[in-house]
């Protein structure tokens, strides 16, 4: 355990090792949504098609079996929020 001098609270190595991870998991989740914004869709398992036989489009992809990521549905929302007050 660390003990810093002017605080007298002590840290553990862990925590710092942790908040690197998530940094990290973050950063490339990140990276993940800005080089491949779309995913496949789960519902229809990337086929773009349902129903018994699988001849009906899906209606919730469209049809193209993609869906867009959540971390980028967040960066767009963001980003139309900075559009509209920059105006």
Do not use: E
Not at 28 to 40: K, S, T
Not at 45 to 59: E, F, V, Y
Not at 65 to 71: Q, S, V, Y
């Amino acid at each position: 355990m660390l003990t810093h001098a002017a605080t007298a609270t002590t840290t553990s190595p862990a925590t710092g090792i942790l908040l690197m991870i998530a940094a990290a998991v973050t950063l490339c989740y990140v990276l993940a949504c800005w080089l491949a914004p779309f995913g496949y869709h789960r519902a229809c398992r990337g086929t773009g098609r349902t129903g018994p036989k699988l001849r009906q489009p899906c209606r919730r992809c469209r049809g193209t079996g993609r869906r867009l990521r959540i971390g980028r549905r967040i960066a767009n929302g963001l980003a139309d929020i900075h559009r509209d007050g920059t105006r």
